[in-house]
């Protein structure tokens, strides 16, 4: 199934933005295909901008590459206990609480996008562990239905989003 094909009633509206700039990519390639494109396009930014600031109050380039990191271990956490069939409606989170909780700015670049790395991969090989009716299987996060392919694709649209952010307000 192709990002394009995902039922609406799959995931809040608000997540639309997300799966909509997928278009026809695959839930598992394009897991592994976003990952290398992130690194690399991270990799190629100035080493002066990634503690740049384009606002007070805003995140830094470090600071996104963490709340990245963080947004899909949640969701994947989501996901694992969606495919699990575990009925309990899941929280949402405060994600400033989460960035004022981090030393991502005392971090190095390399060592942020090894974190993504690992993570991403860790959730490959979640995403490829289940089966269609688990990928299918709905349940309730942030008070909104969710689908477990939906937040496969709501990871990859996020990071995808984060990416659009940086060469539209930082570069």
Do not use: C
Request: proline share 2%.
């Amino acid at each position: 199934m192709t990002a394009s094909q995902l039922p609406v009633n799959e995931y809040a509206e608000y997540y639309f933005q997300y799966i909509n700039v997928l278009g026809e990519a695959t839930l598992l390639e394009e897991l592994e295909i976003s990952l290398h494109e992130f690194i690399r396009f991270v990799q190629n930014i100035p080493m002066d901008k990634f503690d740049y600031r384009y606002a007070e109050g805003k995140w830094t380039i470090k600071e996104i590459i963490q709340h990245v990191i963080d947004t899909e271990r949640i969701f994947a956490y989501r996901a694992l206990r969606i495919s699990r069939n575990d009925t309990t409606p899941l929280p949402g989170f405060d994600e400033n609480e989460y960035i004022n909780n981090t030393a991502a700015n005392a971090r190095g670049i390399q060592d942020l996008l090894t974190e993504f790395s690992a993570v991403r991969h860790s959730n490959i090989y979640l995403f490829k562990s289940l089966s269609i009716e688990q990928l299918e299987r709905m349940g309730i996060a942030s008070n909104a239905g969710v689908s477990v392919r939906a937040i496969g694709f709501i990871l990859i649209g996020h990071q995808k989003h984060h990416q659009n952010i940086f060469e539209e307000r930082y570069l």
